[in-house]
């Protein structure tokens, strides 16, 4: 079964850290994308970070932060669990959001942020930072 799986949401103060994760199972690609996305409430879902992905990925090294979460969240992956994840440190409380993991077949510099690209998604994650 194709499938992302998020967990490590949770309710936190502002200054707090949270730590994301996502299983992947039932696909693999040769050179693809993981991401990091979030949606607020009345908000458009939007790109956190991403980072290239696949056992022939053409970058180690290339990941992607969105200006709001640059120096406070880091992407990594382990590519012997399968399993993407995000450190949040500093968290603000408008970091509050669902947060998604998503994949997609290409590379990131290919796909770049629009969620359209990406074409396996996780249930989601709730993550509250109160002020």
């Known amino acids: 079964q194709v499938q992302l799986v998020e967990s490590g949401g949770g309710s936190v103060q502002a200054g707090e850290s949270l730590r994301l994760s996502c299983v992947a199972s039932?696909?693999?690609?040769?050179?693809?994308?993981m991401g990091w996305f979030r949606q607020a409430p009345g908000k458009e879902r939007e790109a956190v970070a991403n980072?290239?992905?696949?056992?022939?990925?053409?970058?180690?090294?290339?990941?992607y932060y969105a200006d709001s979460v640059k120096g406070r969240f880091t992407i990594s992956q382990d590519n012997a669990k399968n399993t993407l994840y995000l450190q949040m440190s500093s968290l603000k409380a408008e970091d509050t959001a669902i947060y998604y993991c998503?994949?997609?077949?290409?590379?990131?510099?290919?796909?770049?942020?629009?969620?359209?690209?990406?074409?396996?998604w996780g249930q989601g994650t709730q993550v509250t930072v109160s002020s």
């Open positions: 039932g696909f693999t690609y040769r050179r693809g994308c």
């Open positions: 980072v290239d992905s696949g056992y022939a990925r053409i970058s180690t090294t290339y990941t």
């Open positions: 998503a994949a997609a077949p290409n590379p990131c510099t290919v796909v770049g942020l629009t969620p359209y690209a990406y074409n396996i």
